[in-house]
């Protein structure tokens, strides 16, 4: 049994349930580690069309504390405190002064952008693209995957195929081809030998993919590295902390998994599931 979710929103950004709210139910759900890992506010040239930034930038002291708080309550899970912080690769020192502001235990390199576009934001945008294109931004998006982890600036890749959210049939087409693999494979031993771990995350079976981050292409290649793993739910709800973490298990043991790791002040633990 799971019982680490390390991926998990609040109101402070575009998710609807509190700091509070979303720790009763990871108490409720029997959850011995729960992290919160709020979106870091972004530079202002990486907007979506619609934004939650003036809220989050307003209310994220507010956030920090709220979980601070919660890590000396006893009686319900291991509270700690996380960030979900966008990579941009031109922005590192953007980065590297955000992480410094706050003792965060751990941090999960999230990649949404690829130059200024949020492209995990509408379908419509990939509705308009060709094959080619969609297979362009494949691209790009696993070389930004290995630079996020060369710049050893974060200690968890999120959602390691989010690329594939609006496009699953041409993305599964395209992992089949040599070329897509060296580069999937390039970008998970890049994430192992800058100390990070790969997260495995339930938010795609509620996305139109409709398929666990990440599929069978990287789950097998990240086994092949030996990549470590976490668990997420990336809940935006207090009803979705833990989600549909059976199948996860079931899923990771079948890629030979048995322990997933956590990050408490930055120093990794393992907990088998
Ligand atoms: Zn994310
Ligand atoms: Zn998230």
Redesign the pocket.
């Known amino acids: 049994m799971i019982k680490i979710d390390l991926?998990n929103?609040t109101n402070h950004s575009h998710g609807q349930s509190s700091v509070e709210e979303m720790y009763q139910s990871g108490k409720e759900r029997g959850l011995s580690v729960m992290g919160f890992?709020e979106?870091s506010p972004r530079p202002l040239a990486y907007s979506y069309p619609t934004e939650y930034r003036d809220h989050l930038t307003a209310t994220f002291e507010q956030y920090i504390n709220s979980v601070q708080a919660l890590k000396s309550r006893a009686g319900g899970p291991q509270v700690l405190l996380g960030l979900?912080m966008d990579y941009f690769p031109a922005e590192e020192a953007f980065i590297r002064e955000t992480l410094a502001e706050y003792p965060y235990d751990y941090v999960i390199g999230?990649l949404h952008f690829l130059g200024t576009w949020g492209f995990d934001h509408s379908k419509e945008d990939w509705d308009g693209l060709s094959d080619d294109q969609k297979r362009a931004y494949y691209v790009d998006y696993y070389k930004t995957l290995t630079r996020l982890a060369q710049s050893r600036l974060m200690q968890i890749a999120?959602h390691p195929d989010l690329i594939k959210l609006f496009s699953i049939d041409t993305f599964r087409e395209w992992t089949r081809e040599a070329t897509a693999r060296s580069l999937i494979r390039e970008a998970l031993a890049a994430i192992k030998a800058n100390d990070m771990a790969m997260e495995i995350s339930s938010?795609g079976l509620r996305k139109p993919c409709k398929e666990i981050y990440p599929g069978p292409v990287v789950m097998e290649t990240a086994r092949e590295l030996n990549v470590p793993i976490t668990f997420a739910s990336?809940a935006h709800h207090h009803g979705h902390v833990a989600y549909a973490f059976d199948r996860l298990a079931d899923y990771a043991k079948d890629y030979g998994y048995t322990e997933s790791v956590y990050f408490y002040n930055h120093a990794w633990h393992a907990m088998p599931f």
């Open positions: 991926h929103h890992s979106h979900e999230g999120a938010a990336d």
